[in-house]
């Protein structure tokens, strides 16, 4: 008995901390109906700072909190200025892709300051502990419990009282109404990223505190997390986002009780995945109300692509293929068939995110159920190689189809939510699920690419046989672009109300969609597993989601081209410049930045 | 009278309730094969949203929908758009990165058959790889459908045949009206909504759309309306229902409709006259 107490207090304590991250994006999401996935990074951000107050300027606690807290708020006053602002009448996807760059800049800054070892972080209060009841609580537990209860009475108070707190609200009630009552949607906007920024601060130093350690992965866990809370409670509900909070932690506590702590996670998303499918408004909001995203608008940049003609494209593939004939380096080659691998991916992506509009933020895991399949089959089935990486690409298509399915009905930023936690989910399944998978071992002695007997070893086979796949994919997704099923996609992306309208079911359309873009996912996954001959949960992760997500973005959302062309860039540059493994995450976010800010349609122009 | 008794288009007690405010109220509606009603009513009456109850797009608190016969209260717009139920949208909801001729073929997607097959579960995924293979039928469906936007398009003169391969974005706001009347012509609708048309339309553009309005009617199509233009709804209605707060207060043939003291009174608050000069300027 007194073990379910500690889990409920621990559970408690833990929904303290996310109710700090979560009552931030919900003060964003009411004021500016955007998602701010940053979030994670000031609450990073907040633990280095109250790092280096407490080990290297010795602050005392209730300084090391302010510092924490003016540091932290002064980064969001300047993610609303200088990352946001400009973006204010840009097109809806735009602050989204924006946060997600800024937040993948602000990790890797503090990752290139302070390396990506872990760090202790001393929690400053006596070590003792309390009984209660049939459990124990300590200081720090208190303390936390101190500051998260301390900053909703403050935010109360601010919100219900303070004039400022009043022109917040009206803002989040109706942007447009309160705008023409002379409310300075500027200063709200600013007011509502400080406040959101501190908070978040605040409680990454005390979650450092907790565990006495940081280290540059809370970032996308705390974003993570905070998403979940804020959705259970209703996203831009802000007691909500504290009842969601309190709620997730008191699940995942539980849930780790019964299950063991690998499965934290796994109970966060799928608590998720169930409340955006049976309550995509969240457990506080009647079902009813009209969901929260604007109904009008466009979703990507209009522009008129830039039109290639057939016989340069033809020029430029037989030129790539002829390559190898020429005296180029073993590095050129493995960094084109680096290129080609990514350019399938983002055939994927530029197909689900830009023809049909749902942006993947989890599009890695397509890589990753291909691979897992397409090794599985060839090492105990003994499948052919060919023959297993086309059923990695049909087993991405079917499961990664399934997977998504629930969010079909969801919109605008609620999928890359969701999708993102279905990427989640699928790595932690694959960790988990070890007597198919083989857990955190993985999967080693894949067998090399082979096609009808003949093993495909030397550097200039695996360019070719990469580079065809990657032709072949684009020839098909080029066909159907042009089918009725392309217009019918970029109709559901420019407007599913109307779409629906006339007739286009959006859970089969989108499934199409899926269908198609898994597969050739699945397929570079395969190939991955092949060439690395050794996979494991981690081998396809977020970052290679982001690296997609930039690379669509740079060529042109749903251009079929620009996918590719932007992974030639984005992969080959780097190389080019030399730049320093450490420093590319940092320039793929800053590209991101600049790219949404200036050429939101890309190199070659959406489609 | 015959036709009254078996009518196209039936509600009966539709209503639709947004928190405390009522927006469609008990509103009962029988629109026969062939009429031509128009829905008037002060902005915030209800008419919007006894569309999109009509078109699936929302769903009824009480009452009933029925549709030759059938009860439709419910049903997804994607299902009933392919019972023959088209709409256009009062803000213009084009495809706004689509060329006019996508946007139009759009329109047509319920009748697409051979590229579509009706076989349960795996119907789509022989619609995805009709989509990339494209046997015969299948191009030889398209670019029927093709000609057939093409003549939808000559309906409208030269305002958009030669913008067909345009992207919908860069038309007048004129014209994405007509994309969207041409978008749902090329449905072959039984049931054509038309929510105010000619909103934001000078006056000759007014008087085009007016006429291809008369002439969709003298083709037989039904057709029930919502405009504020009174001048164009006299012209054109067989009856005329006015909305006011939900409710549905009056009902008939337009000469009478109009000299309504409770119609004056929603309009205008109180019985001033002159109401129709008023509104027809507008």
Redesign the interface.
């Known amino acids: 008995m007194s073990s379910w107490l500690d889990y409920t207090i621990n559970g408690l304590i833990v929904g303290n901390v996310y109710a700090l991250v979560a009552v931030g994006l919900a003060l964003i999401f009411g004021v500016s109906r955007l998602i701010n996935f940053a979030q994670g990074s000031i609450y990073l951000v907040g633990a280095y700072i109250g790092w280096v107050a407490v080990v290297q300027l010795h602050t005392p606690l209730p300084l090391t909190i302010i510092v924490v807290a003016a540091a932290a708020a002064a980064v969001g006053l300047i993610i609303e200025r200088f990352g946001l602002r400009p973006l204010q009448n840009s097109v809806r996807i735009a602050p989204l892709l924006a946060t997600i760059g800024i937040s993948f800049v602000l990790d890797q800054l503090v990752m290139l300051t302070f390396s990506p070892n872990p760090r202790a972080l001393p929690s400053q209060l006596p070590d003792v502990r309390f009984q209660l009841g049939g459990g124990t609580i300590g200081p720090l537990d208190l303390l936390i419990a101190g500051v998260g209860i301390t900053s909703a009475l403050l935010l109360f108070v601010f919100l219900r009282y303070s004039k400022l707190g009043w022109a917040v609200r009206a803002a989040s009630q109706d942007r447009d109404a309160a705008m023409q009552m002379g409310v300075d949607v500027n200063r709200v906007n600013q007011a509502v990223f400080g406040i959101a920024a501190a908070l978040g601060g605040v409680s990454g130093m005390l979650v450092g505190m907790y565990y006495n350690q940081i280290d540059t992965a809370m970032s996308l866990q705390a974003t993570l997390k905070g998403v979940v809370a804020e959705v259970v409670g209703g996203a831009g509900n802000v007691p909500g986002a504290v009842i969601g909070s309190l709620l997730l932690g008191l699940v995942e506590s539980y849930g780790v009780a019964v299950f063991g702590t690998s499965y934290r996670n796994l109970f966060a998303f799928l608590l998720l995945v169930v409340v955006l499918v049976l309550r995509p408004n969240g457990l506080f909001v009647s079902a009813r109300q009209a969901p929260p995203e604007p109904l009008?608008g466009?979703f990507?940049a209009?522009s008129?692509p830039v039109r290639i003609p057939r016989w340069a494209l033809a020029v430029a593939a037989a030129g790539f293929a002829v390559l190898p004939f020429f005296p180029v380096s073993f590095y050129v080659l493995q960094t084109l068939i680096n290129a080609w691998l990514l350019g399938m991916l983002a055939l994927s992506l530029t197909l689900v995110a830009g023809t049909i509009g749902q942006v993947s933020l989890g599009h890695a895991a397509l890589l990753a159920i291909g691979a897992y399949t397409s090794a599985l089959l060839s090492l105990t089935s003994a499948v052919p190689v060919g023959l297993a990486i086309i059923g990695g690409g049909l087993m991405s298509a079917a499961l990664g189809t399934l997977l998504i399915s629930p969010s079909f009905r969801l919109r605008g930023h609620y999928v890359s939510i969701a999708t993102l936690a279905i990427g989640e989910i699928v790595s932690l399944v694959i960790l988990n699920w070890e007597s198919v998978t083989r857990g955190p071992i993985g999967i080693s002695g894949i067998p090399p690419l082979s096609l009808f007997g003949y093993d495909l070893i030397s550097p200039s086979s695996v360019y070719w046989f990469s580079l065809a796949v990657m032709l072949v994919l684009a020839l098909?997704q080029g066909?159907?672009l042009t089918?009725?099923?392309g217009?019918?996609f970029?109709?559901i992306?420019?407007?599913d109300?109307?779409?629906?309208?006339?007739?286009?079911?959006l859970n089969?359309y989108k499934?199409?969609a899926f269908?198609?873009g898994g597969f050739a996912a699945g397929v570079s996954g395969g190939i991955a597993a092949h060439l690395y001959s050794y996979i494991n949960h981690e081998t396809f992760n977020t970052q290679q989601s982001i690296l997609a997500l930039t690379v669509v973005i740079l060529g042109g959302l749903g251009n079929v081209v620009g996918a590719i062309v932007g992974s030639v860039a984005l992969v080959g540059l780097p190389e080019v410049f030399r730049i320093a493994a450490e420093y590319r995450i940092l320039i793929y976010g800053i590209v991101l930045l600049l790219l949404v800010r200036f050429r939101p349609q890309g190199l070659l122009g959406?489609? | 009278m015959a036709e009254r008794h078996n009518p196209m288009l039936s509600l009966r007690g539709l209503t639709r309730r947004f928190g405390g405010l009522t927006a469609v109220d008990a509103i009962d509606l029988d629109l026969a094969k062939g009429e031509l009603i128009s829905i008037i009513g002060p902005n915030g009456a209800g008419k919007t949203t006894l569309f999109n109850l009509v078109t699936g797009l929302d769903r009824p608190d009480a009452g009933t929908v029925s549709f030759e016969g059938q009860d439709i209260t419910g049903l997804s717009p994607e299902r009933l758009a392919a019972e023959g139920i088209a709409r256009t949208f009062q803000l213009g909801r084009v495809f706004g990165n689509l060329s006019v001729m996508d946007n139009v073929l759009i329109g047509a997607h319920t009748r697409l058959r051979a590229v579509r097959p009706a076989v349960p579960v795996i119907g789509p995924l022989l619609e995805l790889g009709l989509a990339l293979l494209r046997p015969a039928r299948v191009k030889d469906e398209e670019e029927r459908l093709r000609e057939e936007v093409k003549a939808i398009l000559a309906r409208f003169g030269e305002r958009l045949l030669p913008r067909i391969d345009q992207p919908a974005y860069s038309l007048s706001y004129a014209n994405r009206r007509r994309v969207e009347i041409a978008r749902a012509l090329a449905l072959r609708p039984r049931l054509l909504l038309l929510d105010e048309p000619t909103a934001g339309m000078n006056p000759t553009e007014t008087a085009e759309m007016q006429a291809l309005v008369a002439e969709l009617k003298a083709e037989g199509l039904t057709i029930l309306l919502i405009e504020h233009k009174l001048e164009m709804v006299m012209r054109l209605s067989d009856r005329v229902i006015v909305m006011d707060e939900g409710k549905k207060i009056a009902e008939g043939p337009g000469e009478q409709v109009r000299t309504d003291p409770k119609v004056i009174e929603a309009y205008l608050g109180h019985g001033l006259s002159g109401v129709t000069e008023q509104e027809s300027a507008a």
């Open positions: 009008t466009t990507i209009p008129r098909l066909r159907l089918s009725h099923l217009r019918s970029r109709a992306r420019d407007d109300i109307a779409a629906r309208a006339y007739g286009l079911s089969r499934s199409l269908i198609f959406t489609i």
